[in-house]
């Protein structure tokens, strides 16, 4: 889950990134979960995203690619489960 969950993201990213350098725009949008910074049963396997988001790689290409006209945002989605389900 490691591997899919923060290398998908950081290869994505190297893939795009010197393409939206070049043409000065872009938007990157890194999905990582909400369960990234709460804390919920059976998560665990989710807060390895929190490197996503809080292992500053989201924060820090914002920084790094500012200067180019790039945007980066990280989407962290939340899932309710519906306890009469």
Same mark, same amino acid.
């Given at each position: 889950? =490691? ?8 290869? *994505? ?5 010197? =393409?939206? #350098?070049?043409? #000065?725009? *872009?938007?990157?949008?890194? =999905?990582?979960? /909400?369960?990234?910074?709460? $804390?919920?049963?059976?998560?665990? /396997? ?13 924060? =820090?290409?914002? $920084? ?15 899932? /309710? ?5």
């Amino acid at each position: 889950m =490691t591997r899919i969950n923060q290398f998908s993201v950081i290869y *994505g990213c190297h893939f795009f990134i010197p =393409t939206f #350098k070049k043409q #000065k725009s *872009g938007h990157i949008l890194n =999905t990582a979960s /909400l369960a990234a910074v709460s $804390c919920a049963p059976h998560g665990c /396997l989710q807060h390895d995203q929190a490197a996503v988001v809080f292992g500053h790689f989201s924060e =820090t290409l914002y $920084c790094e690619l500012m200067d180019y006209n790039v945007k980066v945002s990280c989407l962290q989605p939340l899932i /309710l489960k519906n306890e009469h389900c």
